[in-house]
T-cell receptor, first 112, second 113 residues
Framework: SQQGEEDPQALSIQEGENATMNCSYKTSINNLQWYRQNSGRGLVHLIL?????REKHSGRLRVTLDTSKKSSSLLITASRAADTASYFC????????????FGEGTQLTVNP | EPEVTQTPSHQVTQMGQEVILRCVPISNHLYFYWYRQILGQKVEFLVS????????KSEIFDDQFSVERPDGSNFTLKIRSTKLEDSAMYFC???????????FGPGTRLTVT
């Protein structure tokens, strides 16, 4: 698998439900960042989690990081139609300066 | 809230022409980046810039590309002789610290015809 692979590729849920997206990576990392992208628009930074952190919260977002499994998850609670977007994880690898390596993304659709 | 801005939002150019994409990073940030996203593909790193010099570049960032911080606010990406395959969305990003959050601009859609 490639660095920063998201799972699932697409997720469709009803408003009010929780959405969980997963990200796996291959190499040792300094941090992992989650972004949201609305169709054809810019990347909005959601949350950064460092390699020595296991969980972080920001509003309705909860991110976990398991460095032993090289995986991260993004949980969006009580989803809204406005959460419809693509979600990407991006890693800063230990051996690659500060560049971000992005995954393919998960397309989340929240139905009203 | 401070944000990264980019101009133009859309640039159409003919193959072989030079283009300059402009970015204004967040004012107190020190690390600057260019990424690109070809339609339907992943976001790819191009180059990082710190202390007025390139700190890292990818294999995509060949001699046709250059970056510059001509003054205290702008950060530019120049493509000297555009190719069809340079068509993509180009994103500028900035960060306060070396391993900090990278904040992205809205992007410039470059179309090479």
């Amino acid at each position: 698998s490639q660095q920063g692979e998201e799972d699932p590729q697409a997720l469709s849920i009803q408003e009010g439900e929780n959405a969980t997206m997963n990200c796996s990576y291959k190499t040792s990392i300094n941090n992992l960042q989650w972004y949201r992208q609305n169709s054809g628009r810019g990347l909005v930074h959601l949350i950064l989690i460092r390699s020595n952190e296991r969980e972080k919260h920001s509003g309705r977002l909860r991110v976990t990081l398991d460095t032993s499994k090289k995986s991260s998850s993004l949980l969006i609670t009580a989803s809204r139609a406005a959460d419809t977007a693509s979600y990407f994880c991006a890693t800063v690898e230990e051996t690659s300066g500060s560049r971000l390596t992005f995954g393919e993304g998960t397309q989340l659709t929240v139905n009203p | 809230e401070p944000e990264v801005t980019q101009t133009p939002s859309h640039q159409v150019t003919q193959m072989g022409q030079e283009v300059i994409l402009r970015c204004v990073p967040i004012s107190n940030h020190l690390y600057f980046y260019w990424y690109r996203q070809i339609l339907g593909q992943k976001v790819e790193f191009l180059v990082s810039f710190y202390n007025n010099e390139i700190s890292e570049k990818s294999e995509i960032f060949d001699d046709q590309f250059s970056v510059e911080r001509p003054d205290g606010s702008n950060f530019t990406l120049k493509i000297r002789s555009t190719k069809l395959e340079d068509s993509a969305m180009y994103f500028c990003a900035s960060s306060l610290s070396f391993l900090g959050e990278q904040y992205f601009g809205p992007g410039t859609r470059l179309t090479v015809t």
